[in-house]
C-alpha cells in the first residue's frame, strides 16, 4: 500500500479518486501571474506527483493565464488514470487583477480555452467559481452561468461539474439546475465556516475540496498544530492535511506547492494517523482563531 493509498478514495462524479491530490495554482508566477520562475522545476514538480500516485489535479486557466495548464500538458499528456478539475468564471486583468467573466459567451470561451491548454476533447470536471465577492462565498442567483455550463455539459464538452466560493444556496440552486460532483470552498483547521455543508454533501455523495488548506498565502500558525504536530513527529502542515483527511470522508485534498520536496511532505499527511486526543486539540483551533 502506497502513502496515497492509505488516506482512501473518494467518487468524483464517474471517477473515483485518491483522497490526496495536487493544486497546480502556485506553479505559475508570483501572484499567480505570468510563468514559473523555474519552469524545469515546475514540469518534474507535476511529473513527481503524478509518479508519487496523484492521480486528481486541479488546476484553472485563468491561473496564469494559461500557464498552469500549459505546464499540465507538457509535463503530463497523454493522460493515463488521471481526473484533471478546472475552473471557469474568471479572467485576469494586465494588471493582475481577478475579475468576474460569468456571462454565458465568456464562460464558453473558457471552457474551450481549458480544453485547447490541456490538450482535450472533454473536461473531466468544470467548477463554476462564483465571483460575487472574490474572497469569500456571498448570496446570489446562479441560475445564468450554472445552465451555460450545464449547457455545454450537454453539447458533449464537460463530463461533470462542480461549484468553487458557493453558499449552501447556491448549491441547491445549483442541483437543480445539473447534478454536481464536487463543491471547492476555503477551508481548514482555523476557516471552519463550512463545518455543516460538509456533512451535508457528505450524505448526498459529494466531494467537499479544501482549498487554502494550509491556510494559503499565510500559512496556518498555532501553538497547539505545533505541539502536537512534535508530538507526532510530523510538520505542522501534515499534521493540518491528516486532520482535513479525518475529519470527513467527503474530503479531498489538493495542496499545492512549486518545490518537489514539500510536495513529498505534503504527500506524506496520507499516512499520518491522528489519535482521538490529537484530533481534540486539533478542533479547538478554529475556535482559539474567533476569539
Not at 176 to 181: G, H, M, S
Not at 203 to 219: M, R
Request: aromatic residues 4%.
Amino acid at each position: 500500500m502506497t502513502d496515497l493509498q492509505a488516506a482512501g478514495s473518494f467518487a468524483l462524479g464517474d471517477r473515483t479518486v485518491r483522497r490526496m491530490g495536487y493544486g497546480a495554482m502556485q506553479l505559475a508566477g508570483p501572484g499567480v501571474f505570468g510563468p514559473p520562475r523555474d519552469r524545469v522545476a515546475a514540469l518534474a514538480v507535476l511529473r513527481a506527483a503524478v509518479d508519487a500516485g496523484v492521480d486528481h489535479i486541479d488546476t484553472s486557466d485563468f491561473y496564469g493565464p494559461h500557464v498552469t495548464n500549459q505546464l499540465i500538458r507538457e509535463a503530463l499528456h497523454p493522460y493515463r488514470d488521471l481526473t484533471i478539475v478546472t475552473k471557469v468564471g474568471a479572467v485576469r486583468g494586465s494588471d493582475a487583477s481577478w475579475n468576474a467573466a460569468q456571462r454565458p459567451e465568456q464562460l464558453t470561451q473558457a471552457v474551450h480555452d481549458n480544453l485547447r491548454n490541456l490538450g482535450l476533447d472533454v473536461l473531466d470536471v468544470v467548477n463554476l467559481r462564483i465571483m460575487g465577492d472574490v474572497h469569500a462565498p456571498s448570496e446570489g442567483s446562479i441560475e445564468e452561468p450554472f445552465t451555460a455550463l450545464a449547457q455545454l455539459q450537454r453539447q458533449g464538452l464537460i463530463r461533470h461539474l462542480g461549484l468553487s466560493n458557493a453558499t449552501a444556496a447556491q448549491v441547491a440552486q445549483a442541483r437543480r439546475i445539473a447534478p454536481i460532483v464536487c463543491v471547492q470552498n476555503h477551508y481548514n483547521l482555523a476557516h471552519r465556516a463550512d463545518d455543516a455543508l460538509i456533512d451535508q454533501l457528505g450524505g448526498q455523495g459529494i466531494a467537499y475540496v479544501p482549498f487554502f488548506p494550509l491556510g494559503g498565502f499565510s500559512p496556518l500558525q498555532s501553538d497547539i498544530l505545533t505541539r502536537v504536530a512534535q508530538r507526532l513527529a510530523a510538520t505542522p502542515m501534515q499534521a493540518a492535511l491528516a486532520w482535513l483527511l479525518a475529519r470527513a470522508p467527503n474530503l479531498l485534498l489538493i495542496p499545492g506547492t512549486s518545490s518537489t520536496a514539500h510536495l513529498r511532505e505534503n504527500l506524506a499527511a496520507a499516512a499520518l494517523a491522528l489519535p482521538a486526543d490529537a484530533m481534540t486539540e486539533l478542533d479547538g483551533i478554529a475556535a482559539k482563531a474567533r476569539a
